[in-house]
């Protein structure tokens, strides 16, 4: 008998066969076991509780507690699996449906949908039992229970909730139409307050819209722009010939010359109100069109550095402490203070830029930009290089001096000639005009640890940029003597003693005056500037003493010995032995040049003759070695040497002349005559006028005018001892050939000393040339422009049959006579001519 579980229908009239046993239990055991849970939980509620439960024990606890955990974190990982996964497949779909609504097609799920619910169908119905073994009412009943339950539907393998069908038979479309959309506004426009207005009725505030630029205009004009680009691009470029590209590039240059000229011109005109147009001329240093590149950075370069020149002020600039910038000061002060300190940072930018360039020159560096060929950079190098050398000159007293000193000071040794020579001649200036001595100090510093630094390995010249230091001795002995010069003013006791009352007065206010002319004076005093020479002559001193001890056989030697000759009077007397020393070692050793150890023979004598009088030493052995090398110049290369001779020959016999034998003077007086025979006009001048000293110094010089002998013994002029060589026994026989010189100056010394030297009378010489020293006349006679000092006076050609004025005989009679005897002679020839061509006619 069936059993209806559901309670849904009434009892068939008419027997029927039994559904099968599987399809009763689906239809009626779900309800079934629903409504004893029900009847379960009304009982329970309805009696008392009791806590029935039992402890657990901590055994128990132990073995459940780890499993409920595993469990519990594996239902929370499922959990965000499925959600995730079902969120993934909503977007999924929802981004379908929206591609296919604005593509207009068909929308294909609800048709989908279909066809998998018809699967399913199919699939149950193949599943099923056939349905001839069911009664017609029995197939409907289960129909209309299937429609009102729906769990008998759901599929009891997924984690969905119960109403999740209802949503998913919502279409996807219908949810994107219900998605509210953004609205297309007008944007929200800016208001700009102003001040507002006060009337009766109160404040009433002003406003005024502020403008809104049309950002879609302008973007549509940029594409347009773009488009018109692209399609330019597109287009090829028309070839132009050579001429036309000449004419281009002259067309830039000239744009860039005029550029350059107004921002040049605006700076200069107005440097306080224009320092920010320095920044722009010195972007220009970044020129980027190559056809124009080099020659555009070379004419600003050098437009840079006149507008520095001209607009640096005459003062270091320092920067601002922080309690200075905090004080609140004047108009015109805060304007000059952005001035100073745009200046300085411009100036700062131009000199790196400048660094910049020598340093890829030097690198052989080429950018990637590759504006500028390797080549170009050698250009820009030099132009860069004279920049620096220009303010290294001008600008000696403002910022940066230093960094500019340290940058053109290793390029002094640098294999370029022109950039070596151009460093060269920026440090003589600076050397010359450099009263003080800071910026000559800055420059010593560096040369010295410039030698050091390369290990003795520069070139010559740097060394010799000492010769051109202002320290000489007049000037750092006034110095030292006159360090503080005070003008004495009259005590009280010889004012009342001496000037009334109104006197005393006006006194007191000359005084007064004086004091603060000299204080205004004094703006460096000598003090700092004798103790700024000796730090750097100490400095100089070191570099010469280490060349000589570590690199005696460097080519940097003689530059040594040079500047000792010319310093070494400065040089502490605590030294004088130990470099007499290693200068006789030097000679001694036979590796130097004749020039070197004149050098070497020069340095000598100057220490002797300063400080060093009070030494006890016989310089015998520098006199021989100098008499030793005279023969050794000559017409050629050597002859320009010959004003060391001289000024070895001054320091030798005219500062020492007491400690100088007479053997010793007339041996040198003879050579001098001979080595004057060998020589060039300006040294034969400078010679006969050291022999003119000679003779007036020491007065049995007359001896060698004589032909008779004095004493025994035969004159050796082969010997190279001055004392042992008997000079006293020969003659000055090279004074008549000098008398014969074609120079006429030569001429007039050799008679002059042929008459014994007189200061006075006809033999003397006139005023122009015995006041000048023997070096003087050898620099002023000097053939290196190749010209005759004096000139030559140019000849006029004269007829032999007539006499000028200036021939005349002894006898006037005997001269008279001659001429009319030769008119005569004349006049009877043109008589016999003329009777003759009279006779000659007739026959």
């Known amino acids: 008998m069936f059993i209806n579980w559901g309670g849904c229908g009434p009892r068939p009239s008419a027997p029927r066969r039994p559904p099968p046993p599987g399809a009763a239990v689906a239809a009626a055991g779900p309800g079934r076991e629903r409504f004893r849970r029900r009847q379960h939980a009304r009982a329970a509620a309805m009696k008392p509780r009791r806590n029935k439960k039992q402890v657990p024990s901590f055994r128990k606890l132990l073995r459940t507690s780890q499993i409920k955990l595993d469990n519990k974190l594996k239902n929370k990982q499922y959990k965000q699996k499925s959600a995730a996964k079902k969120y993934r497949k909503e977007q999924k779909k929802l981004r379908e449906a929206v ?24 699939e149950e119905e193949e599943d099923a039992l056939p349905l001839d073994m069911m009664d017609e009412d029995d197939l409907k009943l289960i129909e209309d229970l299937a429609q009102k339950a729906s769990f008998l539907t759901r599929d009891l393998s997924s984690n969905e909730p119960v109403h999740v069908k209802k949503r998913k038979h919502e279409s ?7 998605v509210p959309r953004r609205m297309q506004t007008e944007p929200e426009k800016e208001l700009i307050h102003l001040l507002p207005i006060k009337d009766k009725s109160g404040i009433i505030p002003q406003a005024v819209e502020k403008p809104v630029l049309n950002v879609a205009h302008d973007e549509e004009e940029g594409t347009e ?29 000239q744009e860039r010359k005029m550029h350059i000229a107004a921002l040049a011109s605006a700076i200069l005109s107005e440097p306080d109100n224009n320092i920010k147009k320095l920044k722009e001329l010195r972007a220009m240093l970044m020129e980027q069109d190559p056809n124009v590149a080099v020659i555009v950075r070379k004419l600003v370069m050098v437009s840079l550095m006149e507008i520095f020149k001209d607009i640096v002020p005459s003062y270091k600039i320092r920067p601002l402490t922080e309690a200075e910038k905090a004080t609140k000061v004047k108009k015109e002060t805060q304007k000059l203070r952005e001035f100073e300190e745009g200046l300085v940072s411009q100036y700062k930018f131009y ?34 290089v004279k920049c620096l050398c220009e303010l290294l000159v001008a600008l000696s007293h403002f910022n940066f001096h230093n960094n500019i000193i340290v940058l053109i000071v290793p390029l002094m040794n640098d294999p370029s000639k022109m950039i070596s020579e151009l460093c060269f001649e920026a440090v ?43 320290i000489k001795e007049v000037e750092l002995q006034k110095d030292s003597e006159d360090i503080a010069p005070k003008k004495k003013f009259m005590t009280y006791k010889e004012k009342r003693k001496n000037l009334s009352r109104m006197q005393r007065k006006w006194k007191k206010a000359e005084e007064k005056l004086e004091r603060e002319l000299l204080e205004a004076e004094a703006s460096e005093s000598k003090e700092k500037k004798l103790k700024l020479h000796t730090e750097t002559l100490n400095i100089v001193f070191v570099t010469y003493f280490r060349i000589l001890k570590k690199a005696q056989k460097s080519p940097l030697l003689p530059a040594v010995l040079e500047g000792l000759a010319k310093f070494a009077h400065l040089i502490n007397v605590e030294f004088f032995d130990d470099l007499l020393i290693v200068l006789h070692s030097l000679i001694a050793s036979g590796g130097l040049s004749y020039r070197e150890s004149l050098h070497c023979i020069l ?23 100098l008499y030793k090398t005279l023969f050794s110049l000559h017409a050629g290369g050597t002859n320009e040497d010959i004003g060391i001779v001289l000024q070895c020959l001054d320091v030798m016999f005219a500062k020492r002349r007491k400690q100088v034998s007479q053997q010793r003077a007339l041996a040198f007086l003879k050579r001098l005559s001979t080595l004057a025979l060998h020589v060039l006009p300006n040294s034969s001048v400078g010679i006969l006028a050291t022999n003119r000293i000679f003779m007036q110094m020491f007065p049995k010089m007359d001896l060698l005018l004589d032909n008779e002998s004095q004493g025994s013994g035969v004159y050796l002029p082969e010997l190279d001892e001055p004392e042992h060589c008997n000079a006293q026994n020969t003659a000055l026989w090279e ?27 006809s033999g003397a010489l006139s005023l122009d040339f015995s006041q000048r020293s023997a070096t003087e006349l050898f620099e002023a006679y000097c053939m290196k422009g190749m010209t005759f000092n004096p000139p030559v006076a140019s000849v006029t050609p004269r007829r032999k049959d007539t006499f000028s004025q200036m021939d005349s005989f002894v006898d006037e009679e005997l001269s008279k006579q001659l001429q009319q005897h030769i008119s005569e ?5 043109s008589l016999d001519f003329a009777k003759h061509l009279k006779e000659t006619s007739l026959s």
Not at 172 to 178: A, L, Q, S
Not at 441 to 466: H, Q, T, W
Not at 825 to 829: A, L, N, Q
């Open 603 to 625: 340095s000598a004598f100057h220490i002797l003759s300063g400080q060093g009088d009070v030494l006890n030493i016989d310089p015998m052995k520098f006199y021989t070695h």
């Open 225 to 253: 722009e773009m488009e018109e680009g692209e399609d330019f691009v597109e287009e090829p470029l028309p070839v132009l010939t050579p001429e036309e590209m000449a004419a281009q590039r002259r067309q830039k240059l």
């Open 172 to 178: 996807v479309i219908e949810k994107y139409e219900k």
């Open 99 to 122: 591609r296919d609504a604005i593509s207009r097609k068909p929308f294909p799920l609800e048709e989908c949908k279909k066809k998998q619910v018809a699967g399913k169908y199919k």
């Open 825 to 829: 002679t004349v006049v009877h020839k």
């Open 735 to 761: 004074l008549h050939l000098l008398q014969r010189h074609y120079h006429p100056t030569v001429q007039k010394f050799a008679a002059h000393l042929i008459a014994g030297a007189p200061t006075e009378g």
């Open 428 to 470: 003589k200036k600076l050397f010359k005009q450099d009263k003080l001595g800071y910026a000559s100090l800055g420059v010593v510093k560096v040369i010295s640890g410039l030698v050091r630094g390369r290990n003795y390995d520069v070139r010559p010249e740097v060394l010799k940029v000492f010769l051109h230091l202002r």
């Open 351 to 384: 000199l790196e830029n400048l660094e910049q360039t020598i340093k890829d020159w030097k690198q052989r560096k080429l950018k990637k930009s590759n504006v500028i060929s390797l080549k170009a950079y050698k250009g820009l190098a030099e132009v860069a």
